[in-house]
C-alpha cells in the first residue's frame, strides 16, 4: 500500500493535464518563435495556457511571464526590482530597504541574504507563535527608502495564511503619503503564492499585490515550469538575457508541453478550489483532533484555523522526525518532517523556530499534507499506525 501525504512537496501530474501535454512533445513541437506553420501552432498553445493562467488570477495575459519554476520566480521578482529601482535611482543599494518575513520559503530568504551581499538592507519580521504576521509590524517597518515587500501567502511547513490583503492596505497607504510628499520612489509588494493557488483566492487584485509566484508541481502540473504574475506598470530588471522571449523578460525557448500542462492544471484546480477545500478542511480537522487525542504531547505547529485545507504540522516530544518519517515510509506513508527542501539538513526547520518552538522539539516534526487522491481510509490506516510508531520512537528515545 502506498499512501501520499506529502502533497505540499509535489504532486502527481493530473492524467487530464497529462493528456492535453502529450501532442506538444512530438506531434506539435515546434518553436514558438518560428514563424511558419509549425511555430506558430506552438505559439498559439503558449498563448492560450497565458490567458488561462491570467484567468485564474483576474489578471491580464500581458502580465504572466512563464518561469522554470517558482524558484526562479522569486528569483526574477526579487532581484528584479532591487536591481532595477538602484540602476535607476543612481544611488549606493545601501539606501534601500526590503521587508520579508522570518517564515518565507529558502527561495525568497537565500535571494535576500543575496542581496546584503550588495548593500540592500533587509528586515526579517517575526511572526507570532501561530505562525502569522502582524499588519501592525508591517506598518512600523516601512521606512522612506522601503521599495519591496516580500511576505508569503501560505507557508509550506505549517500551512499557516497570511493576511495579503491587509498587508496591501497598508502598502498603499505608505504610497499615498509618498506621492503627497513627492517621493517617487516606488514601494512594490511581491507575495509567494506556491502553496496557496489551488486553495485560496488568488485574484492578484482582490490581494493588491504586483508581483505573484506560482509553480506548477504543487498543482498537478509537471515539475520544471512556473509563472510570475507582474502588474502592468511595474518595472523589473530581467534575470537572464538572450533572445528576448517572454517580452524580454525572461529569454529562453519557451518549454511549451509544460506550459501547456500549468495552463491545463490551473484551470483545473480553481474550477474545483471550493468543493476540494470544504472536502479536504473534513479531513485535516479529523486528523488533528484524532492526533491530539490519540498522542499524548503532540503539538500542532502553526495556527488551527488560518491554515491551508491540506495542512496539518505536528511537533511530537521526545520523537526523531527523520526516524518517524522513514518509520512511516516502511508502513506505506508517505509524509515529511520540516519541509522536503530543508529535510537533507539536520538543522531545525526555521520556520517552527521562529514559531517559539525549542529546537528540540521542532526536530519531532510530521508534516502530513493532503490532496486530490487523499480518501478518508488514507486518514483512517494512518491514524491506525501513527500512535504505536510514535510510542516505539519514544521508547528507543534517551530524552525518555
Ligand atoms: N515557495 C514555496 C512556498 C514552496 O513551497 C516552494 C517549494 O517547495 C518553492 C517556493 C519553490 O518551488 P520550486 O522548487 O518549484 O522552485
Redesign the pocket.
Known sequence: MEIYLDY???TPVDRKVFKTMEPYFSEKYGNPSSIHSVGQEAKKAVDDARVKVAKALGASPEEIVFT???????NLAIKGVAFDISSKFKVQSSKFHIITSAI?????LHVLEYLEKFGFEVTYLPVGKNGIIKVEDIKKAIKDNTILVSI?Y???EIGTVQPISNIADVIAKSREQRAKSKKKLPLIFHT????AIQYLDCDVNKLGVDFL?L????FYAP??V?GLYIRKGVDILPQQQGGGHERGLRSGTENVPSIVGLGEAIELVTADKRQETRRLLKLRDQLISSILKEIPEAFLSGDKYKRLPNNVNFCFKNVEGESLVLKLSKAGIAASTG???TSASLEPSHVLLACGISPKLAHGSLRLTLGKWTKEKDIDYLLKVLPPIINDLRKMSPFN
Not at 522554470?68 to 522569486?74: G, R, W
Not at 509567494?192 to 502553496?195: L, P, R, S
Request: charged share 15%.
Open positions: 505540499a512537496a509535489t522554470s519554476c517558482a524558484t526562479e520566480s522569486n518565507e520559503h529558502h527561495s525568497v508569503m501560505a507557508n509550506n509567494d503564492a506556491v502553496q509566484s509553480t506548477g508541481h504543487k515539475k520544471g512556473g519541509s522536503a527542501c
